[in-house]
């Protein structure tokens, strides 16, 4: 059983109604189920193989569906890229993810692989090239896509998810909230990361409903979206309900007259927001919380209390520990480091045996993340293990920009921290010891990361805190202004 069987069911049984709406067009199930057979076929045709990689650097529109629809149907191996890295970011997972294609819009990308665009291919396929499935030798352990997480090392490493694992995902959320062919959903995060693409996509396909994809969220358009749409299913970052507060009574209202579920992840959602937003929606937001290693592990329920603060329960078929340093199951209201295991549960980093190997102990995968649990089962994410930075849902490892800014002339050391964001939950700020002027190190870091890693403030100190063992105390830096 592969992904594409599960899709069947709207491709086949749902081939007339209308699948998607983007910008001002929309197909059918059954023109995109066409659409991919003829890239697949234009993959195959380009010498594309199973287990051959594509990368894809887009930001939301139909073609990045048509070309994981073309992946999976062939076996080649799906890697989307953050629409926001910079050069440096896009090189590193080029090399390491060793593909045989990139498509992108993007002019100027310095690689010696070829450089598609979607336009092009899309073209290409449309001209002569058959719409018949081609045949493929895959079964559910087949890899389906490889998403690249920022790693503890600095650089990102790929996470190898399996149609397995994005099938489990699927049919538990499918399952667990209630998602039917009557819903419509308005998806407006990034299919670059797994909550738009485990998550949405993927629900979406398979219960049949109708999905309206915008390019990005926009907070200043959201209104007339919804109002437009009439979504009954979305899903946010808390970036993203943090901005709907913003929007008028009377438009929050009518917009929670039509919705049956708001889904929050990715970040932990603030408890007052939680709170605001049922005043200001007529909605609780189920929040839940997962991994891009792991698809979603824990769960708020549809049926019975969506706790504020917490994610949940775990989902069917998740195991999940907590463990002391020691590795000793911690008691119910203790602190310990979760620990997973489940179909969901990624096969391991993209040639990096090591890094899989320490990843996994007793077959559980180790998380970083600390946690509680109630005595009536619900989970809370206190901490994290790791330095990790979230900000409006994207994740940024300290170590990358550190290791960048240790690069540039005139820093001696640095060390960069979260700080708490109102909107953003947390945000980068770097703190260095050096005669560096601060605006030249924005400007550098603007140049070459990701805008949402780009440190709010640079500050020059005379030396970073340091204990016994010579580590940098971040939690003794953001106290500085
Ligand atoms: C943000 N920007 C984007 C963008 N999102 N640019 C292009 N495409 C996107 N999708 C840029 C803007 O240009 C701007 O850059 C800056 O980010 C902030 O933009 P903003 O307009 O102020 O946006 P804001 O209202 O703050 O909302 C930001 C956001 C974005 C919520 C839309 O952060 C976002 O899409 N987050 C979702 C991330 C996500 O899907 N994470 C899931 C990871 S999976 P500049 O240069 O002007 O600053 C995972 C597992 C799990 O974690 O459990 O889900």
């Known amino acids: 059983m592969t992904l594409s ?37 234009l993959l195959l045709a380009r010498g594309f193989m199973k287990g051959d990689r594509l990368c894809v650097y887009l930001a939301n529109c139909v073609e990045i569906i048509d070309l994981y629809l073309a992946c999976i149907k062939t076996g080649v191996i799906f890697v989307p890229i953050n629409i926001l890295y910079r050069d440096r970011e896009i090189t590193h997972i080029l090399s390491d993810a060793d593909p045989k294609a990139l498509v992108t819009d993007a002019a100027d990308i310095g690689t010696t692989i070829p450089v598609w665009t979607p336009g092009s291919m899309t073209a290409a396929a449309s001209h002569g090239l058959p719409e018949n499935r081609p045949v493929a030798d895959l079964h559910g352990d087949s890899p389906a896509g490889i998403i690249y997480t920022s790693g503890t090392t600095g650089v990102s490493k790929g996470a190898v998810l399996t149609h397995n694992n994005l099938i489990a995902n699927a049919l538990n959320l499918i399952t667990c909230w209630q998602i039917t062919v009557a819903d419509r959903l308005l998806l407006v995060l990034p299919l670059f990361h797994v909550h738009a693409l485990g998550n949405g996509l993927h629900c979406w396909l398979i219960s049949g409903c109708t999905m309206r994809l915008l390019e990005r969220f926009e ?6 979206e919804f109002l437009n749409f009439r979504p009954t299913l979305f899903f946010g970052v808390p970036t993203v309900y943090v901005r709907l507060l913003n929007l008028a009574d009377a438009t ?28 200001k929606y007529g909605h609780t937001i189920l929040e839940r919380y997962g991994m891009s290693e792991t698809l ?25 520990r907590l463990l002391d340093d020691q590795g000793v199951p911690v008691a119910d209201g203790e602190s310990g480091e979760v620990y997973l295991k489940g179909p969901n549960i990624f096969s391991g980093y993209w040639r990096r045996d090591e890094a899989t190997k320490a990843a996994f102990v007793d077959g559980y995968f180790k998380t970083s993340d600390i946690a509680t649990k109630s005595a009536d089962g619900y989970y809370t994410l206190s901490g994290r293990r790791s330095d990790l930075i979230i900000s409006g849902g994207f994740n940024i490892y300290p170590r990358e920009i550190e290791e960048f800014l240790l690069e540039l002339p005139g820093v001696i050391e640095v060390a960069v921290a979260a700080l708490p964001d109102r909107v953003r939950g947390e945000v980068p700020v770097a ?27 640079f500050h020059q100190l005379d030396k970073l805190p340091r204990n016994a063992m010579g580590k940098v105390q ?8």
């Open 5 to 41: 069987h599960l899709f069947d069911l709207s491709f086949q049984n749902r081939a007339a109604s209308i699948a998607i709406e983007f910008q001002d067009r929309s197909f059918t199930f059954g023109d995109l189920d066409v659409r991919s057979n003829r890239l697949a076929n």
């Open 474 to 481: 971040k939690h003794l830096l953001t106290t500085v202004r």
């Open 219 to 224: 907070h200043q358009k959201a209104a007339a």
């Open 296 to 320: 979603m592990n824990i769960s708020n329920p549809y049926v019975g209390e969506r706790r504020a603060g917490s994610v949940g329960l775990p989902l069917p078929g998740i195991s999940v």
């Open 252 to 279: 929050a209202k009518q917009i929670g007259l039509g919705m049956r579920l708001f889904v929050s992840g990715s970040a932990p959602l603030p408890a007052q927001t939680h709170e605001d937003f049922r005043l």
């Open 431 to 457: 703190y260095f010891v050096g005669s560096a002027d601060a605006g030249e190190l924005e400007a550098k870091c603007r140049e070459k990361l990701a805008s949402f890693k780009i440190p709010r403030a």
